[in-house]
Antibody, heavy 117, light 108 residues
Framework: EVQLLESGGGLVQPGGSLRVSCAAA????????MSWVRQAPGKGLEWVSG????????YYADSVRGRFIISRSNFRNTLYLQLNSLRAEDTAVYYC??????????WGQGTRVTVSP | SSELTQPPSVSVSPGQTARITCSGD??????AYWYQQKSGQAPILVIY???KRPSGIPERFSGSSSGTVATLTISGAQMEDEADYYC???????????FGGGTKLTVL
């Protein structure tokens, strides 16, 4: 079964850092670009970042460029998002999703990140 | 502009046809994608490449696109179709994805 499982969310203070992960199963991970999408409480979806299958190309929304870093381990079938210099407005559920240019066809259940003193 | 605009809400009676629009200049050059998100759940892809339906998505879901407007149509909407629906696409450069603001579909 194709599956994505996020982990690593939690409560962090403003200015702090956190790394969230997404474990993939049921497909050849390295064949697919991957993305992170977030959803603030009561708000819509916001694409955050994408990465090519090899990991050689990375892409960011303007709102997170320079603060967040996307990476992947094709050996471990895992996608990562390093969140630095966190702000209150980064509070959201963070979803990983399979795909980037050609749409997002499989989504995980999300991990919640709360930025608060 | 890479912005995508959706109506905040659409209401239909069961069995009627629901149409949700998504407008943006980028749609004249890039494909539209549609996602369904039920309360408390992760989104799922219901339409890709403007008109294609992933396996497992009911045939009552269809998509179309003309010029700068993409449309998601649910023919014979059912109570279980109540959800938020989001369109998305890529920006002109292909370096970012952009979502519409979402449309809450009410079937009652």
């Amino acid at each position: 079964e194709v599956q994505l499982l996020e982990s690593g969310g939690g409560l962090v203070q403003p200015g702090g850092s956190l790394r969230v992960s997404c474990a993939a199963a049921g497909f050849t991970f390295s064949d697919y670009a991957m993305s992170w999408v977030r959803q603030a409480p009561g708000k819509g979806l916001e694409w955050v970042s994408g990465i090519s299958g090899s990991g050689g190309h990375t892409y960011y929304a303007d709102s997170v460029r320079g603060r967040f870093i996307i990476s992947r381990s094709n050996f471990r079938n895992t996608l990562y998002l390093q969140l630095n210099s966190l702000r209150a407005e980064d509070t959201a559920v963070y979803y990983c999703a399979r795909g980037f240019i050609d749409g997002l066809d499989i989504w995980g259940q999300g991990t919640r990140v709360t930025v608060s003193p | 502009s890479s912005e995508l605009t959706q109506p905040p809400s659409v209401s239909v009676s069961p069995g009627q046809t629901a149409r949700i629009t998504c407008s943006g200049d980028v749609l004249s050059k890039k494909y539209a994608y549609w996602y369904q998100q039920k309360s408390g759940q992760a989104p799922i892809l219901v339409i890709y490449d403007d008109t294609k339906r992933p396996s497992g998505i009911p045939e009552r879901f269809s998509g179309s696109s003309s010029g700068t407007v993409a449309t998601l149509t649910i023919s014979g909407a059912q109570m279980e179709d109540e959800a938020d629906y989001y369109c998305d696409s890529t920006d002109i450069s292909g370096d970012q994805r952009v979502f519409g603001g979402g449309t809450k579909l009410t079937v009652l």
